[in-house]
């Protein structure tokens, strides 16, 4: 059924596809045809100290304004992850700025940290965890929430721990866990930031506010593929030396591999980070490595390439404790969650 829907709604660009279909996802949570929500408590896990309903998540970018919790609670992910969120609402970069490569089952965006803005993306949020407090659940816990904050794109990479410290302050009341993006290939020079003495600097920085807080939140660092052996090892000496509570493994890639796509088309396509099936093989790589080479201290989300239980279980597999979908929910539909849960059980 999703096939014969996803060829309609690919005819249209994909940013007007995904206001489409999230406008089709809220008419069906209206009228009561959400039927994907998963209450089983054998899927729970406990994971960075937190209680998921299920392992599954939904990576950064796809609401990034915190505009969709409901109805992908309903879809039944056991998190979300929003943003990533700016201290200042910004446009991002012009469009085009996200392109399928359907024969590769793939994407390219290049979209720069489009989003509202940490202000109003908390008053979101705060209103969503008040109806939360307000619903009542039978045999199943709530969805859990991460908060995946970046520099808007006009700060120095010498003044970024500032614009971390805004969001992590501001969006700390009302997010499970927080995601450091210093990885996006789309904001310039972002990732300078992951060099050792730059990360220790925001990552401290945020810990010690975090500490000083009544209930300290987990927080994680998201990473690019694209690292070299040495600055993978630098990220990994710096997590263990400051007890990182976890990684998230890995953003999209700026390396295009061997598509099927042309060269001719990737040309005219242009710059920007390639997700999908493609990054499967090096973000299983790089969980494998983290997992063996911290000895599975450090908790590690997965997120590249994930469309199937098969996907999933490659990533448990190497040392992943959650998984992240993104590409794979444009391509394999709303069920998704419900098809990686009822095959991985079965």
């Not at 929500?37 to 970018?61: C, E, H, K, T, W």
């Not at 990473?223 to 953003?251: F, K, M, T, W």
């Not at 990737?266 to 490595?289: A, C, D, F, M, N």
Request: charged content about 25%; hydrophobic content about 40%; some cysteine.
């Amino acid at each position: 059924m999703y096939k014969l829907l996803r060829k309609l709604l690919f005819l249209f660009p994909p940013e007007t596809t995904h206001l489409l279909a999230m406008s089709g996802l809220k008419i069906m949570q209206a009228v009561g045809l959400m039927k994907f929500r998963i209450r089983d408590s054998n899927l729970q896990r406990n994971v960075l100290g937190l209680r998921f309903p299920n392992r599954i998540g939904l990576g950064a970018g796809f609401d990034k304004n915190a505009e969709y919790l409901e109805e992908l609670e309903n879809l039944g992910f056991g998190f979300v992850e929003i943003g990533t969120v700016t201290p200042q609402p910004q446009v991002g970069n012009e469009q085009p700025r996200l392109f399928r490569l359907p024969e590769d089952e793939a994407l390219i965006n290049r979209m720069g940290f489009n989003n509202d803005g940490v202000i109003i993306i908390a008053d979101r949020l705060s209103k969503w965890r008040e109806k939360e407090k307000l619903m009542t659940r039978t045999n199943s816990i709530r969805m859990i929430i991460g908060g995946n904050i970046g520099r808007n794109k006009v700060t120095a990479n010498e003044d970024a721990w500032k614009d971390y410290e805004t969001c992590f302050k501001v969006l700390h009341p009302y997010v499970d866990y927080f995601v450091v993006n210093v990885s996006s290939p789309n904001t310039p020079g972002l990732r300078e930031l992951q060099q050792k003495d730059s990360l220790r600097k925001i990552l401290r920085h945020l810990q010690m506010i975090n500490n000083a807080k009544s209930i300290a939140k987990p927080i994680l660092l998201k990473i690019s593929p694209d690292l070299r052996p040495e600055q993978l090892d630098d990220v990994i000496d710096l997590a263990v030396e400051i007890n990182l509570d976890g990684i998230v493994a890995a953003n999209t890639t700026t390396s295009r591999g061997i598509l099927i796509t042309t060269p001719g088309e990737l040309h005219q396509i242009g710059q920007g980070g390639l997700s999908g099936k493609p990054l499967q093989k090096r973000s299983t790589e790089i969980v494998r490595y983290i997992h063996e080479k911290t000895r599975g201290m450090i908790p590690i989300i997965a997120s590249g390439g994930v469309f199937t239980a098969d996907d999933v279980k490659e990533k448990f597999d190497v040392g992943a404790a959650l998984v992240q979908v993104w590409t794979g929910f444009i391509y394999e539909g709303p069920a998704i969650v419900k098809n990686i849960l009822k095959k991985l059980e079965g």
